[in-house]
């Protein structure tokens, strides 16, 4: 079989599963692993905003957990002001908060990608290992203000009393925000896959092999990677605003490089650059927490040794693996 | 003719090492004029210099009326320079059709149009560039540089380490490009092939112009002292 096609049907199939598995355990009557699986989605969706920018840009941002965590609190702090009828401001005309997920996704995307830019517009003049260190900075920078910040919870964080609203949807049925989760996943898979194969993609990939022979053909390989990290963070913010609504909690620990770092062990333990290497990354990355830190605290130690064998014997990742080598360069 | 191309007393730097002296050259639209000199006299660099690509500190360069000289080199190429740098520089880890599609711009050329003239890239469209033939991954920088519909062609050496069969294809390619009225600077070793496509010729010497004028006026004289190893 050819390997693409290996790789579709592994896809499919790694998708089938993720969405059957919280039913069987419905059926089972163990809903703690809807909440799981809804976990994996999530992650998997921040994932799937880095792999845009790692993996076809090629641009190792160690702060997207600024993104993941501006999400979550677009989410924390509009839900809290509606719960507590306050109004958000007074001053100019009355905003109010709200608990409508449409409109706080809108929120969460919008902020993270405004963020992004500004991120972007200083770190993008910069490659290599002063990307990453800039990314890191500007991540910790938004870390210790949101700690700093005692209106929104601080160093405590924020709750969310009740799961926020989806118009004809009961979303605290656990398994129904499964599936409000499981269908922006795809949906966000669907856009990198679209990305991927189109012109916009094409240039991405040329950029992060050079710049020069770009600029000759006419385009500016800086507005390419700032379209394409701002979009990748807009993805990486939509998961940050699912994950507060699912452990109806925001807390500066989403924003802190630890964060950071666990996205990118998603998208590396999974295979870099593949449509659904972050689903994997993010589901094996779960399945060792909650096997492994049942047993000891130091369950991460398994982990690094997964992710180093990944990174010394399967670069692919483990879809790399299974469904061979794809693109080099 | 109206004068497409303008390059006048550039002189360009590689940090303290002079590299041009005061270069001209002009190109009329719809002429081939072969840009000549032994190696280093800076043939390369005066094409990096309209590019953009390296910046001159001094004279101007004025594309289709357009002051080149402050602009960073996406600008240039979109005024509507199309170069295929020296050294066949595809990129690799793209497709065929990817390099092709990623370059284009609206115009004439189109992929068609492309696959017309260079048949063997539509039978390579799903194959990485970097597993291309030398020679086929210089047509496919040809056509790349096609794809953004340019007013001005740039050919730094193209026919360099190729096969003699394929030389001849490009070669045909070039002639072809001409009867359509395509504006082309070229760079290139072979006389014999470069100087009956040729309306006008520009030899450098050490970084400065020292001849130009049309390829039957280049006598043996000339060609000895400038062009002979």
Redesign the interface.
């Known amino acids: 079989m050819d390997k693409f096609d290996r790789e579709k049907a592994l896809n499919v199939l790694i998708a089938l599963s993720l969405l059957i598995i919280p039913f069987i355990a419905i059926e089972m009557d163990e809903p703690f692993y809807v909440t799981l699986a809804t976990r994996v989605v999530v992650f998997a969706i921040a994932g799937v905003g880095l792999n845009l920018a790692l993996g076809l840009g090629g641009l190792i941002s160690f702060g997207h957990a600024a993104f993941f965590g501006i999400g979550g609190y677009a989410a924390g702090i509009l839900a809290s002001h509606a719960l507590n009828y306050e109004p958000l401001m007074t001053s100019l005309f009355e905003l109010n908060g709200t608990t409508e997920m449409l409109i706080i996704w809108g929120v969460a995307v919008v902020a993270s990608g405004l963020a992004a830019l500004i991120i972007g517009l200083f770190s993008l003049r910069t490659s290599g290992v002063y990307f990453i260190m800039i990314t890191l900075a500007f991540g910790q920078m938004i870390y210790y203000f949101a700690i700093s910040w005692p209106a929104y919870g601080g160093e405590d964080g924020l709750s969310i009393y009740v799961r926020n609203k989806f118009p004809g949807v009961n979303t605290l049925d656990p398994i129904n925000f499964f599936l409000i989760c499981f269908t922006l996943l795809m949906l966000s898979i669907l856009l990198i896959s679209v990305l991927k194969n189109s012109?916009f993609g094409?240039?991405l990939?040329?950029a992060?092999?050079?710049d020069?022979?770009?600029?000759?053909?006419?385009?500016?390989?800086f507005k390419i990677r700032l379209t394409t990290f701002v979009v990748s963070a807009m993805i990486t913010g939509l998961a940050g605003a699912l994950y507060a609504d699912l452990n109806r909690f925001v807390s500066p620990s989403m924003l802190s490089w630890h964060t950071s770092g666990e996205i990118m062990v998603f998208v590396i333990l999974g295979g870099v650059g593949r449509l659904f290497g972050p689903v994997v990354g993010a589901a094996l990355f779960i399945l060792f927490e909650s096997i492994f830190g049942g047993l000891t605290e130091h369950w991460m130690l398994f982990l690094g040794l997964v992710l180093l064998a990944v990174v010394l014997f399967a670069r692919g990742g483990l879809i790399g693996v299974i469904a061979g080598k794809t693109?080099?360069? | 003719m109206k004068d497409l191309l303008i390059v006048s007393a550039i002189e360009t730097f590689y940090g303290p090492s002079q590299a041009l002296f005061g270069v001209d050259l002009t190109v009329r639209e719809g002429e081939v004029v072969a840009l000549m000199g032994r190696n280093g006299m800076g043939k390369t660099t005066t094409i990096a210099s309209i590019c953009g690509l390296e910046k001159f500190s001094a004279g101007t360069v004025t594309f289709n009326g357009a002051d080149v000289g402050p602009l960073p080199s996406h600008k240039i190429a979109r005024l509507g320079i199309g170069l295929v740098p020296e050294g066949r520089r595809c990129f690799p880890n793209l497709t065929v059709y990817e390099n092709l599609v990623a370059a284009a711009r609206p115009g004439a050329w189109t992929l068609d149009r492309v696959h017309k003239l260079f048949p063997r890239l539509k039978e390579r469209y799903n194959q990485y560039a970097s597993t291309l033939s030398g020679g086929e991954q210089q047509m496919l920088a040809i056509g790349r540089a096609l794809m953004t519909n340019p007013i001005l062609l740039i050919l730094d050496e193209a026919t360099e380490g190729l096969a003699p069969v394929i030389r001849k294809e490009i070669w045909q390619a070039v002639r072809d490009l001409k009867a359509s009225g395509q504006s082309i600077l070229i760079v290139d070793k072979t006389l014999s092939e470069l100087l009956p496509v040729a309306d006008q010729c520009v030899i450098l010497e050490k970084g400065t112009t020292v001849w130009s004028g049309a390829p039957a006026d280049l006598n043996r004289d000339i060609e000895n002292r400038y062009l002979g190893v």
């Open positions: 012109r094409a240039a990939q040329a992060r092999q050079n020069e022979r770009l600029s000759t053909v006419g385009i500016h390989p693109r080099h360069g």
